[in-house]
DNA sequence: AATGAATGAGAGTTCATTCAT
DNA sequence: TATGAATGAACTCTCATTCAT
């Protein structure tokens, strides 16, 4: 040990191979149930299955259920918020809010998990989300009424209140994603993730054409 | 039991004013907590002590946890699509559609609960209420769809598909009361039912007007 | 319930009989126990058994094992003192240490269960017994110490250290309970509390006599 | 292994100095916690950190929990009962008993920890030391008690019971190790071994002088 | 000589539900 | 109708120990 290039300190040496594997492994199991069941609704047992791993193991690798949950959250922040973080303030006003539905829709149907998951936690009042809410998605929201706010003010964009704009942009497009059980029922299994584009389009073009 | 008037048969003698009483005491118990924490997150006792009732009594009343669930869905239903079934197919397309989004609001405003529960069912595959969706959604979504197409169709309202027009109208009303906790954060506590009235007014005055 | 005298408020109304026997029935499983076994070692299941309860039983009855071992101390501190408070200011000083000692050999013949159970529990730090030692014990003995120094100030008992003299009858008195499996294989089964009233009788007289 | 030239015979290689420092880490960190926390109370982890080692290499050492517990046991056994070994029976009685007195102070101020790991083990019947008693403490008390018995028998000691004797003096050294959470409260936290040792010289002198 | 990874056997606790009255 | 009492099943989490390297 005298010889050593010592990394013997608490310093929580980069994981191993196997390390990653299994809990990536966690994380995408935990990901499908807690998606689907909720926080309460999931149990240890249904994650261990999905992850091909005994319950201890799993505990081996996270502390307790709650921090399986939180860490999903918070790896998924980032990605959640890229969509909007990805608006232009250089870009032509009313092309950059379409990009940013489309890309919106996209995320509903390719993340579809990813959405519920943090829909379980907004209507459950963000018991393990709500600092986050506050500290990542507050400024960027702010930022981007703020952008809005200047485009309608030089007449760039028609007049609509900025907040209220981005809340409907939300609704509209995770709504295929959350509420996937009902959409589905009334396509007829259809999903037509399509018309919603086409749809979503001329309501924003409608609504924000100068 | 023998010498009862009732025989044992499943003819439910009408409930005695108790009997009403203490059934809608649970249910209003359990609407509360159910929107609030899911099904799985709800425990017997929560709704016993918002009920005021003992937790074998409660199970007097209901066979278990489940019923009480799907009584909740059932009674509300019919409030709950209403706002739709009031759409007049002799008024003015475009009045119509615009005051059932603001029945919608309303409804957001003042049944914040009894839209998260729904959310709630929603989002995890509705296990519980899968049959209604057909049943009682559907047909009316299909009319009410067919209705819109008409009225598209006469040049009264401007051209879009009115499925996705429906399902918008659901997404950017029922918003503010799934995810209030997030509103909550982005309008600073305000919650701005007043302003979500106007923007949700301009929005689909823009999109469908002729 | 209208006629009622109404204790309707959250009064704990006092235990009824099975209550009272089944907290009875626990409290003396879980003092055998925990005095055999300390607090870790003791299992809810082991009190379960010695109880005849179920274990999820135990639990309708005590918040969980913690509480059955706090209950256990607060239900035992006042008794375990009442051999010091009996000590009566207006006796013959020699008469009144030496009656106290003999008392508290009886006590450990007649309660060694109960005498472990502290034991154990200060031997590990009284982590849940801290702050009885100072409200409980401490003010009790400083009075104690302070009458013996009286009584020696006056001449009627031997210069000694009054809050060593305490200790030491504790320890000398509690070892026969506390050491038992020690002191069996050393008297060779006798047990001999006869032996240890004639030794303490005239160890003390010896010390204190003026 | 085959060409390792220690056969596989359970002949113990003699121990590397590697060996020798681990080993000796892991006992010191038990000491440590099963004085703290008693059998049931440690965990192999809690070890494990304390000796600066891997749970597995603590178990290579040792071949499990009990095994460490029952080796600190027999290591400490000798040196505890060193100081009545050291009683000389050619010395001048009053005097060796005295002195074994304050060598028994001395070692619950030393070796508090070493004091309540046996009282633990003692407390709970000596589960895991129950022979040692007979092999190891029984003839040496025996012996110890006989001496004292002839030291009586020639008048150079008052006359008591030499077993009671001995377990006084074990109880009042012990005492201020094993109860010291509770000595610490009512000594405010001073602790006054040199009390004890003025206390008990007194209390021995007076009791034993001829 | 050492350790990251894994696990079976329980531990304490929760909870929907049943029993007895 | 109503409830105090009771419980089986399941849940999260712990821990001594083993496996594989």
Known sequence: MPASPDPVSAAPSRPSRIQRRNRKRILEAALEVFSQHGYRGTTLD??????GLSKPNILYYFAGKEEIHV????????????PMRAIDPGGEPLDEILRYVHRKIEMSRALPRESRLFANEILQGAPRMG???????????????????GWIAEGRLARVDPLHLIFSIWATTQHYADFDAQVQVLTEGGDDYDGAHAFLDTLYRRLLAP
């Not at 986050?132 to 706010?149: N, Q, R, S, W, Y």
């Open 71 to 82: 860490t999903l959250l918070n790896d998924l922040m980032d990605a959640w918020l890229a």
């Open 46 to 51: 249904q994650i261990a299955d999905g992850a």
């Open 131 to 149: 600092p986050h809410l506050e500290t990542g998605l507050k400024p960027l929201v702010d930022d981007t009424a703020a952008l809005i706010a």
